[in-house]
Every structure is written in C-alpha cells, then in structure tokens.
C-alpha cells in the first residue's frame, strides 16, 4: 500500500502532463504533480454525483505529516454533509468592502438610496457620504470582504479615525482648492453611523445575513450640545453690533441675527429665496430642505426685517452675493473672522439653531411645538400644523424671536400670549420691551 511520505513525494518526478499520486491510507488524500515540477496536497470527494477536489497548499509550505492531518479534518467535514470547495469559490466570489462602496455610491447618485422620510438624499448629502467613503471606509477596510466584517473590525476601524490614521490633505475639484480631511471623534460617529446604514442596505441586498455595526459605541459629538446661555446672546449682540460697523460684515451680521431668530439651518438662510417668504402667513415656505419641504413659522422681529428689505422687487435672495441671482457667498469666512478671539471662538451655526430650541424648551414650549418651528422630521405629525393652528405655532414664532432679539439687544424679555392681529402683536412686543427691558452691562 502507498503511502505519501516525504520520500515518496520527493521521489515524484515531474512529466509532460500533470498526474496524482493518491495515498491509500487515507481515501481520498493525494499529491498533484504539476509538469514544471511543482507539487500540491488536496483532497477528492464526492457530493451528491459530483466530484469535487479541494487544494490543501504545496509542498514544502505543508509537509506530508501536516497536509494528512488537515486533509483528515476536511474529509470528516464533508462527512458531515459540508463542501469546503464550495465553502471556497463562494469566499472567493465574496463581494469586497470596496466593490460594496462602488454598488452603493452607483445607487446612491441613481436614487435608490432613501434617506429620511422615505425619500432619496439630497446631492449635497450624497456628496458628503462619497467623501466619507473614499477618504475613511475604503481606506481603513477597503479590502476587507462584507461578509468578513465584525463587530471588533468596525471598532477597530472606528478608533482608526478617532486617532486620525485618515488624516490628509488632498486636492479638491476647485482651482487651487485642496481638500483637509482631519478625523477625529466627530469623524469617526457620522463615518460609522454612514457604514451602519451601508451595511443595512447589505442586509437588504442578502450580502450578509446581520449587521455587524449595530451595538458599537459611538463617540459622542460635543459640538450639538452646545448652547447659548443668556450672557452669551448679549456677547453675540455686542459682537454683532461691533461687527456691522465695518462695511464687509453686514450682511454677515444679518444673516446670523436671522439663524438666531429663526433656529433655521445655514443654509437655510443663505439659500432662502423671496418666494421662499409668506409674510402675510408669517411663514417660510421651503422648498428643498434637510427634511424636504418644509413651513417654519417666523416671529414679528423677522416679519418686519424681511418686510424692511428694499432688495425684496429686484432680487432672487434674501441675502444676494455678487450679481442678482446668486446667493451671498462669504459668510464661512467673515463668521471665522467675526468670531476669532471672541469668548464665543469655537462657536458653530449650528450652536444658534441648537440654542433656539432650548431656549424654547426653557419656556415651557412642547417637544411636538419645537420639533414644529425647527422643521424636524418628527414633526413631521404636524405637517398642516401651520394652517391648523396657526396661533399656537406663530405666538411660539414671536415669543421666540422676541425673547432672543432682546437679549441681542442687551435687555430682557417676558413672555405673554397675545392676539395673532399684527397690530396687536406689534404693539404688544413694543409694549412688553419698554415695561419688562432690563438694561444689562456686558461682561467686560
């Protein structure tokens, strides 16, 4: 009886057509002799009326002794009803993360992708998800198979980016423009909480059967807790005032009073358009937000800054940039410069739309109502909540306001229900300013 051992196999000598040498100590374990003298271990079984063989390595990487031991384990598998061939070719047809990214970003951009509310993402999200994908996901685990990927991986992955192993700087598609990427723990939760929704869409597609990313801790974002207290709206105010006295920063200036009074997006404000404006409704009538469309209820300081407007005939914008038909384009800049040195240095856009809503919270308003003002996807309940009931959103709009703009304005302002007549409201914020201002001296 022929058995493989480490004489026999150096004694098989190549030949012009490849041949097997089969041990028969063990059924089914052989040598492949390959015509340019090279030699491999394998198996061959039977499954159902198929045949089927399965390479172990070449010799010299597994000896005779190392190549029966795992030849035994894998014929006691297909004893068991298992196929490793099969097992296999199926690993090696696995998609990677990378050519998962590709199928993603291809029904990304043809709008099969929804985001929330059951529609797809606007461009200016499918934008940042590629950005997110070719400069963290396909760098860190680009190769890596879907099907491979666990829960350690993702984690590992995700301190990755907190350390900032993605950290570069690499041209962008402007002229002279480079693009920063610095990781980092803001990074890192929206990078893994854009994998986690990818991995779902896997589930969707049957690529994998649970997503590995569900259970991972993210890093908190600090940046959306934050918010303004009383004293720093009156630091704002002065910051503000000092501000428009120089020429450049004006309607940087009004554009965030605005986001202040308003709670709306930067880009809401930048972007609105006059026949974005309902002033007769009190309202803003958005047509492509975050969440869609969208009514935001506005407060009687922004009615009368709006109705104050000389440009409203002539121009597309509230807040024009160069040209008539162009929205205003420095406002990035001017907030870094405005804000530099500042005891509000660090302070985002998005800090104001985040204060807007607790200050509402601080006055006794509901989460429906706040969700309702901010344009909120969960208050999505109140999608005629505007036409409905008008007095309970539009007074929230001018208590709001009022209470804000005064503290802008270095004093304080009590709230109290009044008519919905825009006279009454008028007279009534007047009214409440000159009895309840309480003059206050700014922090040096």
């Known amino acids: 009886m022929t058995k493989l051992t480490k004489r026999i196999v150096d004694a098989s000598t190549p030949s012009t057509q490849e041949y097997f040498v089969w041990d028969d100590d063990l059924s089914g374990f052989g040598l492949r002799v390959f015509p340019?003298?090279?030699?491999?271990?394998?198996?061959?079984?039977?499954?159902?009326?198929?045949?089927?063989?399965?390479?172990?390595?070449?010799?010299?990487?597994?000896?005779?002794?190392?190549?029966?031991?795992?030849?035994?384990?894998?014929?006691?598998?297909?004893?068991?009803?298992?196929?490793?061939?099969?097992?296999?070719?199926?690993?090696?047809?696995?998609?990677?993360?990378?050519?998962?990214?590709?199928?993603?970003?291809?029904?990304?951009?043809?709008?099969?992708?929804?985001?929330?509310?059951?529609?797809?993402?606007?461009?200016?999200?499918?934008?940042?998800?590629?950005?997110?994908?070719?400069?963290?996901?396909?760098?860190?685990?680009?190769?890596?198979?879907?099907?491979?990927?666990?829960?350690?991986?993702?984690?590992?992955?995700?301190?990755?980016?907190?350390?900032?192993?993605?950290?570069?700087?690499?041209?962008?598609?402007?002229?002279?423009?480079?693009?920063?990427?610095?990781?980092?723990?803001?990074?890192?939760?929206?990078?893994?909480?854009?994998?986690?929704?990818?991995?779902?869409?896997?589930?969707?597609?049957?690529?994998?059967?649970?997503?590995?990313?569900?259970?991972?801790?993210?890093?908190?974002?600090?940046?959306?807790?934050?918010?303004?207290?009383?004293?720093?709206?009156?630091?704002?105010?002065?910051?503000?005032?000092?501000?428009?006295?120089?020429?450049?920063?004006?309607?940087?200036?009004?554009?965030?009073?605005?986001?202040?009074?308003t709670g709306c997006r930067r880009g809401e404000i930048l972007n609105l358009k006059w026949s974005d404006v309902d002033l007769d409704g009190s309202c803003l009538r958005l047509k492509d937000t975050k969440e869609g469309k969208s009514i935001r209820p506005i407060g009687l300081p922004v009615v009368e800054f709006l109705e104050g407007c000389a440009t409203a005939p002539s121009r597309t914008y509230i807040f024009s940039g160069q040209g008539e038909d162009n929205p205003f384009g420095g406002f990035y800049n001017h907030w870094v410069e405005i804000f530099a040195g500042s005891p509000l240095e660090g302070v985002t856009p998005h800090v104001l739309r985040h204060s807007f809503a607790s200050v509402a919270n601080d006055l006794g308003f509901t989460e429906v109502t706040i969700a309702a003002l901010l344009g909120h996807a969960k208050g999505s309940v109140t999608s005629n909540y505007i036409h409905s009931l008008d007095a309970a959103l539009i007074m929230g709009a001018d208590t709001l306001a009022g209470y804000v703009a005064a503290l802008l304005n270095g004093t304080v302002f009590h709230q109290r229900a009044y008519s919905l007549d825009r006279g009454a409201r008028k007279a009534a914020l007047n009214d409440f300013i000159a009895r309840h201002a309480e003059p206050r001296q700014l922090a040096a």
């Open 36 to 261: 340019s003298g090279k030699r491999s271990y394998l198996i061959q079984y039977r499954i159902g009326n198929r045949t089927r063989r399965y390479s172990i390595g070449m010799h010299g990487v597994w000896t005779p002794e190392t190549a029966r031991r795992e030849a035994l384990a894998l014929l006691g598998r297909v004893a068991r009803g298992e196929d490793p061939a099969e097992e296999r070719s199926e690993l090696h047809k696995a998609i990677s993360v990378k050519e998962f990214c590709e199928l993603y970003v291809r029904d990304l951009n043809d709008g099969l992708i929804l985001g929330k509310g059951g529609r797809p993402k606007k461009q200016s999200t499918i934008d940042t998800d590629i950005g997110r994908i070719n400069r963290h996901i396909i760098p860190l685990i680009g190769t890596r198979k879907v099907k491979d990927l666990t829960k350690p991986i993702l984690t590992k992955t995700m301190r990755d980016m907190m350390a900032g192993k993605t950290r570069r700087c690499e041209k962008s598609g402007k002229l002279r423009g480079k693009s920063i990427v610095k990781g980092g723990p803001g990074t890192a939760a929206r990078t893994l909480g854009l994998l986690g929704g990818m991995l779902t869409y896997a589930v969707d597609l049957g690529l994998i059967d649970r997503n590995p990313a569900h259970g991972i801790k993210k890093p908190k974002d600090n940046v959306r807790d934050r918010r303004l207290s009383d004293a720093e709206y009156r630091i704002l105010g002065e910051m503000l005032r000092q501000a428009a006295t120089i020429q450049k920063y004006e309607t940087t200036v009004e554009v965030i009073r605005q986001l202040a009074l």
